[in-house]
């Protein structure tokens, strides 16, 4: 039970149980899935989907904080992808053709993958602390992609690109099926080679693993344009849901909730040690939490400090101390038996008697 306790992944998992429990109490046909057209519908379905822009985002976040940074500038990468995407689509004079919507996607991709080229340049050759450099592109970013939408919300109807948000795959959406792939590659990749460890070495210790041969530059500057790749991937998942180009509104504090989602998985926020499985579960508990406001009648008004007061319990159940406490109760005592009486000194033999 005490191995249990201290496992990086009980309390959250517990906190998914405890969501999907109070769910079902709501409303019994919660968990129900059913098969429409050869497609899966449901709860649980409607709730992979909304995980998936979060896991990307997340994941991203997860490989920056493992080198001792952040990434506030998702959000806007977010935003900026969908902006260059639609504008494309709708710019051209066949929105229906697929090679049309594979250039747009290429475009918005490239974009992003250079913006997070940019972080990374700032952050690992200019040495500027990793929360102003995103918070340059963070502030920026929302701007660019006002200019590139004209300042207008950017509708299309494009059949192949809405299949990225609301499409199916062997009965999955879409999305969900992308986000999990691209999550599983990057899983097998960091813990089956050697980049994993060489992440950990760079987060714990820069100038010891620098010292050591680790280029830690060169994977500081990776793992920050991966984080701007898979934040253009979700930004793409989320203008194909939605069908438009919100530069204001899309992807909106979606950093503030990857950085939950990885600290709920139990990854510190100070470098090192990363948990990829904690991530998953951390954006799954997140994605539950915002379809359980809905489920139990929340009222919106109060939604944020529902979400707050979960994420806190959680939190918390997780601080080392908490663990150490909840470990200490579930000992057991040990049984002591009282101790024998031991005999009493015997006068030494060379002692001189007065």
């Known amino acids: 039970m005490r191995n249990l306790l201290r496992h990086h992944l009980f309390w959250p998992v517990a906190a998914l149980v405890v969501l999907l429990v109070a769910n079902t109490v709501a409303s019994p046909s919660f968990l129900a899935i ?19 822009p979060l896991l990307l985002v997340a994941l991203g976040m997860t490989l920056v904080i493992a080198t001792r940074g952040i990434d506030l500038s998702v959000g806007a990468v977010v935003a900026v992808s969908g902006a260059v995407a639609l504008s494309y689509i709708a710019s051209s004079s066949d929105p229906e053709s697929p090679v049309t919507v594979l250039t747009a996607i290429a475009l918005a991709l490239a974009l992003c993958l250079l913006l997070g080229v940019w972080n990374g340049f700032l952050v690992s050759v200019l040495g500027i602390q990793p929360i102003i450099a995103t918070l340059i592109l963070m502030t920026a970013g929302r701007g660019v992609a006002m200019l590139i939408t004209g300042g207008m919300i950017t509708t299309v109807n494009s059949e192949p690109f809405k299949v990225l948000g609301s499409g199916f795959w062997l009965g999955l959406p879409v999305a969900a099926v992308l986000a999990f792939g691209v999550f599983a590659v990057v899983a097998f990749v960091v813990r089956r080679t050697a980049l ?3 992440l950990e070495a760079t987060g714990i210790n820069p100038a010891a693993s620098r010292l050591s041969g680790v280029r830690s530059k060169t994977l500081t500057w990776t793992v920050y344009a991966a984080a701007g790749l898979f934040a253009g991937l979700a930004g793409l998942l989320i203008s194909a849901d939605t069908m438009a180009a919100d530069a204001n509104n899309a992807g909106l504090f979606i950093e503030l909730d990857a950085i939950l989602a990885v600290v709920i998985g139990g990854t510190a926020l100070s470098g090192g040690k990363f948990n990829l499985s904690g991530t998953l579960v951390g954006a799954l508990v997140i994605a539950t939490l915002e379809r359980t406001v809905t489920v139990v ?3 919106p008004l109060v939604t944020p400090l529902f979400m707050a007061l979960v994420v806190i319990a959680v939190t918390l159940l997780q601080s080392p101390r908490m663990r150490e ?3 200490a109760a579930t000992r057991r005592p040990v049984a002591t038996t009282p101790a024998e009486p031991q005999p009493a000194a015997r006068p030494d033999s060379t002692e001189v008697k007065a």
């Open 297 to 299: 009648g929340i009222s």
């Open 196 to 198: 994993g460890m060489l």
């Open 34 to 52: 059913t098969v429409r057209d050869g497609h899966l519908f449901g709860a649980p379905i409607d709730i992979l989907r909304m995980t998936a």
């Open 325 to 327: 406490r909840l470990t």
